[in-house]
Each structure stands twice: as C-alpha cells, then as structure tokens.
C-alpha cells in the first residue's frame, strides 16, 4: 500500500512570499491532517478534514494560512504571506477512521526555509 | 505553556539494555497518551498508546507505563536494539480525540 504522499520535499523563500504544499493521503482514508512542526517541537495539528468538510482548524492561523481539500483526496496547505517563523517541516497524515487516535499515517513532510 | 513535556532532549543506551523515557503533562483532563517514533526523514509512526483507566500497557519490547498522580508516563524499551534509535514523541489528547499535544521529542540512541 503506497504511503501518505507529500511535495515538495523542500522548500526555500523569502518572508512575504507565497508557498503552497501538496498532500495526497493513503487511497480511501477520509481524514486528513496538517501538522506544523518546529525545529525542537513537536507536531502541532493546524487543520483537520474530514473528507472535503473541515473538522478541526482550531490552531490554523487564518489570516495567512489556508487549507482545501477539494474533492475529498488531495489537499493544498498555502502560507500567504510567510514571515521567518513559519520555517517548518509541514507533515500531512491520513487515517482510515476518524476519532480513532494512533491510526494516522504520516507523510514525509515538507521543510520549508523562510528567509 | 508547555503541556506535554520530555525534559531529555536525548538519551544514549547500550544495545541490549533497557531505555527509558519520560513524559510529563500538566492537563489533568488528558485521558488519552500516545508514544509515536521518527526516524529522520520520515513522518512520525505510532508505536503504543494507553488510556487513563490504565497504568500499563506492554506490546512485545515496549511498555507504557502512567501514574496519574503524578502526571507521568513513561515508555520502556527492553531489550533496546540499534533500530530503535529515532526520535520518540509523546502525546496526549483529551476525550480519546485525534487533536493530541504532542511534547518536543527525546532522541534515542542505542550503541552497538
């Protein structure tokens, strides 16, 4: 079975650019995640979906981050515009059941470097 | 605020002996704890889990370990092999939920 599937594997920009990253899940899972996750930090969760429905966007900050997931499958994450503290590694995971915690299956993420 | 905490940002093992480590929440209504393992240039997989009604939970060489009182869980690694070197992540999460906090990691290194 191929894996959650993630790019570009890396990225470098300068602040106020824009960046988009790309995820495709694991085929028939209908939870998709996006993580931040912070040089010596762990992962925090910034959007949840449930199929193409968001579940969670609790921790995404709106006002320049934004997530779709169009048909249920694919899904974009965009930073617009990045300033130094979004550089990241970006992970997308999927889960084949919903509200089911240890079932994710993570990608493997994209560093991104804002200069 | 930190609610999930490893204070060990690393710990190096011999192969063969045991690994422990440690976590630390301050969320009294976390009721659900997750170990996950990351090798470098790969997303985290999960490796064990317990819930609060437990105090331990054991899956071949790793055993979870959570004293309420204390806020603490810990996993153990016996016997510990050059495989397991990887980053070890723990989260916790409130009402069973998927949205976890997850502490800052303790990089495992075991040494042949």
């Known amino acids: 079975e191929a894996g959650v599937a993630q790019s570009p594997r890396y990225k470098i920009i300068e602040k106020r650019q824009s960046v988009a990253f790309w995820c495709n899940p694991i085929?028939?899972?209908?939870?998709l995640y996006w993580y931040q996750q912070i040089l010596g930090q762990g992962p925090k969760l910034l959007i949840q979906?449930?199929?193409?429905?968001?579940?969670?966007d609790s921790q995404l900050p709106k006002d320049r981050f934004s997530a779709e997931r169009l048909k249920g499958v694919d899904s974009t994450l965009k930073i617009q515009p990045a300033k130094l503290e979004d550089s990241a590694v970006y992970l997308c995971?999927?889960?084949?059941?919903?509200?089911?915690?240890?079932?994710?299956?993570f990608g493997p993420g994209t560093r991104l470097t804002v200069t | 605020d930190q609610q999930v905490k490893q204070n060990s940002p690393s710990l190096s093992v011999q192969e063969g002996r045991i690994s422990i480590l440690n976590c630390d929440y301050t969320?009294?209504?976390?009721?659900?704890f997750l170990w996950y393992k990351k090798y470098p240039a790969e997303g985290p997989t999960f490796l064990i889990s317990?819930?609060?009604?437990?105090d331990k939970n054991e899956d071949g060489r790793f055993t979870v370990f959570l004293n309420k009182s204390a806020k603490h869980l810990s996993l153990h690694i016996v016997p510990s092999q050059p495989g397991d070197s990887a980053v070890y992540f723990c989260?916790?999460?409130?009402?069973?939920?998927?949205?976890?906090?997850f502490g800052p990691g303790t990089r495992l290194s075991v040494l042949p």
């Open positions: 995971a999927s889960s084949p059941q919903p509200g089911l915690a240890g079932s994710e299956y």
């Open positions: 085929s028939g899972h209908a939870t």
């Open positions: 979906f449930q199929n193409n429905g968001v579940v969670d």
């Open positions: 969320n009294s209504m976390f009721d659900y």
């Open positions: 317990i819930s609060s009604i437990k």
């Open positions: 989260a916790a999460s409130v009402n069973y939920g998927q949205n976890f906090v």
